[in-house]
């Protein structure tokens, strides 16, 4: 197991981070040890309003959160500049929120806390309060000191996948595809399955983009002008990459076996499998970090913060799979 | 039940049509009254290559098989034009193949079969021969008299899914979508989900084409320049038309049993989620002919032909299901 506990983030205070924090501590027989970083009074006014009888216990330094887990949560206090309101995001909030980051990434980086699992954020929250980043995962790679290229990788018990496009149009999506993009992608996840994984030979395989991978070519040609290139080079350089796949048959119960990470080309064509198969347990781990980083693979849903209707279940998988990477690691 | 058996296609001799045939009778418990129209000599060599102990009963007509089924696989003889050898296709049977169909259909028209369900068939192969059509639904669609404009529905126990394009590129997919397009597949998607499968009121789930539905613009206009003006168009006709839905969440658990059918922008968008649902009980129906017909969702597969690997559950679940539109259509 992990020789120091998991840094879990608030997230945005209006949102389920609280809800799902304090259920996940609830099942703490099938959690690691982790401290939160939030502010203790709300999180104790939290725990009246959901009727959770939950002993919240301030600590000092990540080490305490060891003895304490079983039988209180254990919280790194970090206030807020005003009250939040379950459901009502406040920019005032917004420097507390990036706080909570900051202050894991430095207790991981100086080796108090085996990892970092952030509670979601609303990106749109803190555009408002000035951040510059994309999201999460490029702030992260910001304080981790620049130079690493994070890579999302999705998972759930049977699937993990990694993009080579993220979050642009499908048209994009087509245009932004690359041989040297998806080379990338698959080096990063390659080391991350032998570092993070313990798994000493990974199997890759990649996606066509087309139906049944363009077949030969008569339906696009992106598998043969970019794909295939790709997973040339990549076999040249020792890495089991194979495919192009067609993209229907590659998550089925004979194929899931068959590999250990799916290299998508595009949003939905590695999320919609994933969501199919698991949508309560996705978990969200940042590859290529010089931390094990995941989350929850949703986001604050607003609409329901405070109410307890939120499931705990992804940040349960989010944290496991967080100590399981960072065990590996060593 | 339906007062008529069902009218099975042998497909290509070469292929797995035979195995899949052979070993659904051998179920027959759960299957509806079928005949195979088929060479009676090489199908009786199949069983015995196979050690199956299958009485083969030649009929004359299909009312016939009414009566033996339950003991014997009735057949309607087609004989080929040379022997066929498992996974070795010979153009000289084409018209064979072809005349399968073609008979298949004259007696669902003449109201002696309830429905058609067809064998697996190699476009190569006919093509070799003369073939002029882009595939089976498109002949099927020819010998119903022309006009009847075919939609292909992909279906297993949980999900339905029609697909607003079909083989094509993923860049020509994007190019290709139009409002009239997805309004046409929607209408008669309605009309056989009312006809076919007795629902009343259905309900069409119709997907986005981006990551998140686009998010209002931001990764992508199609949908809001062309999939939410269809979707209305649709409502204001009385179809109950929902979305555009982000893809990713319209196939989860929680998702599956809100909607009739998922109308799908793409190939993958659609036979992603339902291969990954359930590879082996897919089943294909043609949906906008003047009869019904279904067939199981997997190809000729000529490399294990003659071997009885192949699975019969995709051709028992499309001959169900076949029983089961012929019975809504009364």
Redesign the interface.
Known sequence: MIPSPLALTMGDPAGVGGDITLKAWLKRDVCPPFFVIDDIERLTALAARLNLNIPIHAIDSPAQAMDIFTTALPILHQPLAVPSIPGKPDAANARATLAAIERAVALVQSGQAAAVVTNPISKDVLYGAGFKFPGHTEFLAHLAGGGAQPVMMLACEKLRVVLAT???????A?AQLSTDGICTIARITHAALKRDFAIADPVLAVAG????A?EGGA????EIDIIAPAIRHLQNEGINAQGPYP????????ALPTYDAALCM????G???????D?ERGVNATLGLPFVRTSPDHGTAFDIAGTGKASELSLIAALNMAAQMAAARG
């Open positions: 993220v979050h642009v149009s499908l048209k994009d087509i983009l087309n139906p049944h363009g339906m696009g040609r992106e993209p229907d048959t590659l998550f089925t119960s004979k595009y949003h939905d064509q999320l919609i499998p994933l969501k199919t198969l949508f």
